[in-house]
């Protein structure tokens, strides 16, 4: 019998080869709780038991798309869906006048979610707020008011491990929430559902999965850039985004930063990651291409459910995107350079 330990599987192959991405689902999912979540890694506190749970749930390990795709959507791709099943894809942005305000492109995860808190489809959601001693510093969390996930709308481009907030629903007996992350905290997800760890996989009604190109280490990016280089003041940051340039509002300020100047504090294990647009969420999002709206991509019956909702009630307004739409266009260009640059290791 192999050996199934944490240090044989994902300390040698995963930890030590630079492909951790810090997702923490080893750390919940680790029955011993002999995991423990340090400086964004998984470390070992305790005697391994080598259950081999931890290996079954670890997205960077071992992932096959089609299998997870089979047990999710129920079918593999076609060859026209470049970035991976759907249903359907809109443009759309919330309607309320304070969602418009906090959120980062047209608010539809914040209005995803009160129609899921408004409709009972959910009691809770696990979202990324905003640490109290840090600016821009990204926190999981577990909320269950619409102030709350209006208060975390808008995106923070460090990494917040998102998964650490659904152990605390599943320790709070929470039976019904949503869950909002990186594609990567999707992907660790569903391996914990191929896993078949129901206390964690029951509870999550719908998962709502940001696109993402890559995130930036924390330290580096606002201690040594921003700060050092820049010489900004941080706290005064009111929003940062990503659109072909990284733009930093201040409160009196508009600084505007070539990519390729924040390259070195990007972290190296996005790298790795083949998945831009969130591929085995329900629904994924994103700002790219527009302005003020959210590039919408609904991939599963329930996430579909959710859309509808939010339309019945009134809470999103949807536009056609075509085929030939900039944004369309940029998904599928995103898609293929992500792919590439992980193939390449
Ligand atoms: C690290 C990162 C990189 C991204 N890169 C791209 C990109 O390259 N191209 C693109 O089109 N879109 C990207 N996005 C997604 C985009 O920034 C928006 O989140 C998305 O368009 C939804 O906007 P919204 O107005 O509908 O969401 P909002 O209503 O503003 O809600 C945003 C939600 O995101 C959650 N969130 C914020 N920060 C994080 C985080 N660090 N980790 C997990 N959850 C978080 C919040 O809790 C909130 O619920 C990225 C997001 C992140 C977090």
């Excluded at 894809?89 to 979610?113: H, M, N, P, W, Y």
């Excluded at 191929?194 to 930036?216: H, T």
């Excluded at 990503?242 to 990519?259: A, F, N, Q, S, W």
Aim: proline fraction near 4%; aromatic fraction near 8%.
């Amino acid at each position: 019998m192999p050996k199934l330990g944490f240090e044989e599987t994902l300390g040698r192959e995963v930890l030590s080869k630079g492909r951790c991405v810090g997702c923490a689902a080893c750390v919940i999912a680790c029955p011993f709780g002999v995991l423990d979540y340090v400086e964004g890694k998984p470390n070992l506190i305790g005697e391994c038991k080598n259950c081999g749970i931890c290996s079954k749930v670890c997205q960077a390990l071992e992932f096959s798309e089609d299998k997870v795709e089979n047990l999710v959507f129920g079918r593999s791709r076609s060859e026209r869906e470049v970035f991976g099943v759907y249903r359907d894809i809109f443009a759309a942005r919330a309607t309320d006048e304070s969602i418009l305000k906090s959120c980062q492109d047209g608010g539809v995860v914040t209005a995803l979610l009160y129609t899921g808190l408004d409709k009972g489809i959910i009691e809770s959601a696990v979202v990324s707020g905003l640490s109290e001693d840090k600016p821009f510093y990204p926190v999981p969390k577990l909320i269950s008011k619409k102030e709350e996930a209006l208060e975390s709308a808008g995106t923070r481009y460090t990494y917040s491990p998102n998964l650490l907030a659904l152990k605390e629903g599943v320790e709070k007996k929470v039976s019904a929430l949503a869950f909002v992350g990186t594609p990567c905290q999707i992907r660790a997800l569903r391996k914990i559902q191929e896993a078949g760890l129901k206390k964690y996989v029951k509870p999550v009604k719908f998962s709502v999965g940001l696109f993402c190109s890559e995130s930036f280490d924390y330290h580096g990016l606002f201690e040594t850039y921003l700060k050092g280089e820049r010489g900004l003041n941080v706290d005064e940051i009111s929003k940062m985004n990503i659109k072909g340039k990284m733009i930093v509002d201040l409160k009196t300020d508009r600084v505007e930063i070539p990519l390729k100047e924040l390259k070195p504090y990007v972290r190296p294990e996005c790298r790795v990651c083949p998945d831009f647009s969130a591929e085995f969420a329900d629904i994924s999002v994103g700002g790219v291409g527009l302005e003020g709206w959210t590039l919408t991509v609904i991939r599963s019956p329930v996430g579909e459910e959710v859309f509808e909702s939010a339309l019945d009630e009134g809470l999103i307004e949807i536009k056609p995107v075509r085929e030939d739409d900039r944004a369309l266009k940029l998904l599928v260009k995103l898609t293929e350079l992500k792919r590439s640059r992980a193939s390449k290791g």
